[in-house]
């Protein structure tokens, strides 16, 4: 599910969010003063039996009463995917590479989740790949939770509007840009797939010293060597 106003936060099957705001020079996908956390869903299948609508997604658009949120049936139809899902235009035979951090001890049962709510199909696979490195998930470490929260939206919504595709989560070692360079460039040297998500970023304003302008450069080269393997890149 995803809301119209900036935040994350966990829900019982999904996240409740489309952005942070970030201010840091060295990390990405932090929470920051000034952005809305969302709130637990809550089902009403009564109105739609076969697929589950939430409670923030029967309120005003203009939030009067709280956050207004969509499904995947809201996204589809706005952006005419059903049509082409309709047409055999799955993402049957593609693969959608999501980039994060850290990783998430619950992606798959998140997304199994996900998919049984609104009568999804399972994708044709779904692989983790964890950089090496990687500390081991500490639930007690808001990065890391907050993190989680970034996975699940990222799967779940890949998934969500091409249903056919595989999936190959790539989690770095940390939130770091150099560590999140790697898992791009990982990913980009030995193709793991035809689209590479990555759903986060950082301000550009803060990366205009010596050491913010190598940053930039190190993601322009991981970008190009994307565009020359024709690899197409979300951000």
């Not at 949120?69 to 996204?75: E, K, L, N, Q, S």
């Not at 360079?181 to 998500?197: C, E, M, T, W, Y």
Request: include cysteine; charged fraction near 20%; aromatic fraction near 8%.
């Amino acid at each position: 599910m995803r809301t119209s106003a900036l935040g994350r936060r966990w829900a019982a099957l999904t996240v409740c969010a489309t952005a942070v705001l970030f201010g840091s020079t060295a990390f990405a996908g932090q929470m920051k003063p000034g952005s809305v956390p969302g709130e637990k869903a809550t089902q009403l299948p009564k109105l739609a039996p076969n697929a589950a609508v939430f409670t923030c997604e029967t309120r005003p658009f203009d939030e009067s009463a709280g956050l207004f949120c969509y499904g995947p049936g809201a996204i589809r139809k706005a952006y005419g995917i059903d049509s082409l899902i309709n047409k055999g235009y799955t993402g049957k035979g593609r693969t959608i590479v999501i980039l994060d951090a850290f990783g998430s001890p619950s992606v798959a049962t998140d997304l199994a989740n996900f998919d049984t709510v609104y009568g999804l199909p399972a994708p044709p696979s779904l692989k983790i790949i964890t950089m090496p490195g990687t500390p081991a998930f500490d639930p007690t470490d808001a990065d890391m939770v907050g993190w989680t929260g970034e996975i699940a939206l990222d799967t779940q919504w890949a998934h969500a509007v091409a249903p056919g595709a595989n999936i190959v989560l790539v989690a770095a070692k940390s939130n770091s840009d150099e560590d999140l360079i790697d898992g791009l460039n990982f990913a980009v040297k030995n193709r793991l797939g035809d689209v590479i998500s990555m759903s986060f970023g950082e301000s550009e304003a803060f990366l205009t010293d010596a050491a913010g302008r190598a940053v930039v450069k190190a993601w322009e080269r991981g970008f190009k060597d994307a565009r020359n393997r024709r690899i197409t890149l979300f951000v």
